[in-house]
Every structure is written in C-alpha cells, then in structure tokens.
C-alpha cells in the first residue's frame, strides 16, 4: 500500500499545538548540545573558562546598561531631550560592537538541517528567528534598551507608555538588522574573492578607525595638541551626516520620543511608524536570504561548479612519466625541510591570506605601534624600553590563534593520519608559518620604533630578540599541545570571531603573562646589579629551554595524536 503524501488532503491540518512541540523540541534540543557539552572531555576546562570570563563580560555589559538608564533619566529629567539622539545612537553602536567582538555560543549542528523536517517557510522562519534571540547582542541590546525606557519613565512618568512603545520598536528593528546583516555577511562569504575583497575592507576600516579615534578624539589628544583640534573639521563632517542620520532608526527613535514629549503626536507618530517600516524592511531582507536556503540553496564552494574550468576547452593529456610513490616524503628539499613541510607551509600562507582574524592580528599591532610610538617616546614613560614594550603587545594576535593550528583544516584533518608523512612534520610547517610572521612583525616594529621614536640600544634589541623567542618556543608548545586536546572548526564562510576556545585563550593569555613577568623580574635583576649587559645570558639559557621543551613536544606529536584523532576528526568534521 502506497504511502500517503504529506500534501494528501486525507492528512488531518498543522495544529498550533504542533507548532509549539516543534519549537520546544529545538529549545530543548539546544539545551540539551550546551549541557553535554560540558560532559565531553576538556567540558570541565571549557566550564571554568566560562566562570572565570562571565564576571569580566558581565562587568562589561552591567557598565552600558546602567549607563543607558541614567543617561536616559538625566537627559529628560534636566529637559535635554534634544540629545537623545546621542543615547539612541550610543544603544545601536553598543548593539554592533557586541555583535562583532562577542562570538555567538558554537553549536553541534547546522539549524538548516530542520529543514529535512515536515516545516513549511513561515515556521522555518519562526525557527530562524527565534534561535537566534538568544545571542549576547540580544540580550545585552535588549536590557541597555530596557534601562533607557526605565530611565525615562522615572524622570517622566507620563512619558513611560509612550517611550516603552517606541523603544521596543527600536529593539525590534535592531534585532532584524543584526540578523539581516549577518546572514548577508555570510552569503558574501561563501564565495572565496568576496572573502579577500571583505578581509582588505575590515582592514583598512578598522585601521582607519583606530587611527581617526587617535587624531580626533580630544581626550587622546595632549595639551600642545588640543589647542590645535580638529573641532572645525569634525563640526562639518556632522552637519553633514545629522539630516542622514535623523532619517534612520536611532534618530527617528529619539524623534518620537521629542515629538511626544512636545505634543507633536502627529510627527511622533510618524517617527514611530518610521521605525516599524524599517523594522520590516530589514525582516523582508532577511526572510528572502532564508528564503533561499529553504529552497536548497548551498553556499558551500565545494558545491559551485568552477566557472572557469567549465569554460575552458577540454584537452587531451599528454602522456608524461609518473614518478613512482615511496612510502615515506623525501627528507631533501628547500632549506633542508622535506616535502610534507614544504607543501604545508605553501598551504598555511594561503590560509593566512583568507583568514580575516590571523591578517588582524598581524597588521592591527604594527599599525598601532607606529601611532602610539611618538607618543610613548615624547612622554617618557617607557625610556628606552619602547621596543621591547612594543613586541611583547604585538606578539598577543599571532601567539593566540596558534592555539588552533588545526581549525582551518576541518574534515581534512582526516587526510594527516592516512598521508604518508608524520604530524610532528605538519605541525612544524604551521609553527614555522607562526615564527616567521613573529620575526617579520620584529623587524617591522623595529623599523618602525627607529623611525617614528629611538632605535632602542644594542643590549635592549638583543635581551628583546631572546625573550621573544623564548616566549615563541613555549606559546608554540603550549599551542600544539591545545591544537590537539581542544580543537576548533574554523569557518571563513560564517561571520564569527571565534578562533580558539575560552580555555585556550586564557592559557595563551596567562603563559604571555607568565614570560611578560619571567622578562621584567630578569630586567629587575639585571638592574639591581648593576649590569644590564646580565639579561643576555640569562634570557639566552630561557630561550634554550623553551627550545628543548618545544622540540620535546614537538617529537611525541604524532603519539598524542593518535590518542586524540576520534574527538580531533569529530569536532574539526562538524557540517
């Protein structure tokens, strides 16, 4: 007997209370992936990582949303409500930064696989939206837009209705904007050009505006400077964007609630409904991007035929002699390194040029450097100790993310334990990717410092260079180690920050804590006695010992692999 079609009329209707057993089934089901996670081996680490870093992310969202209430109650209280743009401005930068800098919690599963379920659009949609509430944006968007309504309904009562209304209008639209973007910002980087094309624009905008804040801000500005300040530039530059931004959200937000509070009900109205059509447009662009993958629409680049070779002309080969296989690599190549290393060091530079977080974390320290060089020097604070301060903050960016050598990789790790070659040779390949770009970062700031600043002295450059390999040689230890015990998927495609886990960036952050005060006790010493020509030989003998102990690791990586390849294949082969 055929079975009957789920578009059968014979079939009873979806019922709400089907409705609400699905979205049980996945909150119950997300819940279910967060608590186990913690069961799985490492769970215990990753647990009191998260209960150390809580207090340290709670400090920093209690901060803005108390600061969002009181700002609120002071700017109406004293009558300034003509500067609530400024709050309602200052909420949405909030919501964005939170967005970027705050990684959403990992899941076990792609949500698109409910897709295989009896779902039709507009509850694949309602599922969409609704796992996505629970990110930290949300949430700490959502309670600074809370305390700002508290603020005003304290300082005005009267008001409470109407600003209640017209802030939970602004918090929509800003939880579908925040969607809409991201799920763009993904769709844009599935393609691998896009991704360059985003990489080079995140750059230079971060950098740009690291540099503006620094010659604009007059709080970052000294005394001699503040006389001469950009107020004339930047009092044009906002006569220009307010009509601009007295149009989007956050201004007509603020509008509403000034109209109101000056019984313009009309225009208040107006600015208010101004922010539901906004809301819905930004809903409309999101639901058409869902709407495309309810339909089956694959933004992996494995599944995109290769354009180019589908346009080039079939030919026929050329018979060629095929060399015969061996069963192990040459141990001859370039520099003395064999061919596994050679062809992995070719394959880590150009994942260094797709991966947005390891160029940042490269590029961001020098550019800083070279800003904040002058001015440490024309200060005095550091005396001649500017370089070695300057390579200790630049080595932060690359030294964390080699705590997730193997996160690019994904389900090709698979192919290091059946490759003819050992891991001890594949990690070395990506440890010496992490080294060069240590030395290069070395030799840039040191130009840079001898440029903007003083060349520091020959024994500060020497005592410098040892501890910086010495705190090389350890946080790539460490890093191998981690790499292997607590892996990471790393997915260019999706618009996340997270690079390693909680636990690996708090070990990477306290070894360079432990080697920041290894250096100063040693420079401490050096001083006291009188010789400072004394750290050469002591950070020497460090370097030789954290040389001795990365070797030692480095040699037992293809045991402590083995032991881990089931877990290290499962969490790398996540879809």
Not at 503 to 518: D, E, K, R
Request: glycine share 6%; aromatic share 12%; hydrophobic share 55%.
């Amino acid at each position: 007997m055929d079975p009957i079609a789920p578009d059968s009329p014979t079939n009873h209707p979806w019922t709400a209370a089907q409705s609400r057993a699905q979205f049980a089934a996945l909150a119950k089901l997300r819940w279910h992936i967060f608590r186990n996670g913690f069961r799985r081996k490492g769970g215990g680490g990753e647990l009191a990582a998260r209960i150390i870093l809580f207090p340290v992310l709670a400090f920093l969202a209690i901060g803005p949303i108390i600061g969002s209430g009181v700002a609120a109650y002071l700017m109406v209280s004293s009558g300034r409500i003509a500067n609530l743009p400024i709050l309602t401005w200052a909420l949405f930068a909030l919501w964005m930064l939170v967005v970027l800098n705050i990684s959403p919690p990992g899941l076990s599963f792609d949500i698109n696989t409910i897709i295989r379920f009896p779902l039709n659009f507009p509850r694949y949609l309602a599922a969409r939206v609704v796992f996505g509430l629970l990110s930290a944006s949300t949430i700490i968007g959502t309670l600074a837009i809370i305390s700002a309504a508290i603020g005003i309904a304290i300082a005005k009562p009267s008001m409470a209705p109407w600003s209640t209304l017209v802030l939970a209008a602004f918090a929509v639209a800003n939880i579908f904007f925040t969607r809409m973007a991201l799920v763009w910002v993904e769709r844009w980087l599935s393609t691998r050009r896009a991704r360059e094309i985003f990489t080079a624009f995140f750059l230079f905008a971060s950098l740009g505006f690291q540099y503006i804040n620094l010659n604009f801000n007059p709080g970052l500005q000294s005394r001699h400077h503040r006389a001469a300040s950009h107020l004339p530039l930047l009092r044009k530059i906002f006569h220009v964007i307010k009509p601009i931004a007295a149009l989007l959200p956050p201004g007509l937000t603020a509008s509403a609630i000034a109209r109101y509070s000056q019984s313009h009900y009309v225009a208040a109205a107006a600015a208010l409904l101004g922010v539901w059509l906004f809301a819905a447009l930004f809903f409309s662009i999101y639901a058409w991007r869902m709407y495309r993958e309810f339909r089956g629409e694959n933004l992996s680049e494995v599944s995109q035929p290769n354009q180019a070779a589908i346009r080039r002309p079939a030919t026929v080969p050329h018979p060629a002699h095929i060399p015969s296989t061996a069963t192990t690599p040459s141990r001859t190549g370039t520099f003395g390194l064999n061919s596994t290393i050679i062809a992995c060091l070719q394959k880590e530079f150009i994942y260094l040029r797709r991966n947005i977080n390891q160029l940042y974390g490269f590029v961001a320290p020098i550019f800083m450097v070279f800003l904040f060089a002058n001015r440490l020097s024309l200060s005095g604070r550091f005396g001649n100790f500017i370089f070695t301060v300057a390579i200790a903050y630049s080595v932060l960016g690359v030294s964390i993310l080699s705590y997730n050598t193997l996160g690019m990789d994904g389900s090709g790790v698979q192919l290091y334990f059946i490759a003819p070659g050992r891991m001890r040779d594949i990690f070395l390949a990506k440890n010496l990717t992490g080294f060069l770009l240590n030395l290069v970062e070395l030799i840039i700031v040191f130009a840079v410092i001898a440029f903007v600043a003083h060349p520091p002295s020959l024994v500060i450059a020497l005592a410098t260079v040892l501890w910086l390999l010495f705190a090389t040689f350890i946080n790539g230890a460490v890093g191998n180690l981690r790499s292997l015990a607590a892996p990471k998927k790393v997915d260019l495609t999706k618009a996340s920050r997270k690079q390693a886990s909680q636990l690996s960036v708090l070990i990477a952050l306290g070894i360079l804590a432990v080697c920041a005060v290894i250096g100063f006790a040693v420079l401490v010493l050096a001083g006291k006695l009188g010789q400072p020509w004394l750290m050469i030989p002591l950070l020497l003998a460090l370097a030789i010992a954290g040389f001795t102990f990365y070797v030692i690791v480095l040699n037992r990586l293809d045991t402590i692999a083995l032991k881990h390849r089931e877990a290290l294949i499962e969490e790398l082969s996540k879809t």
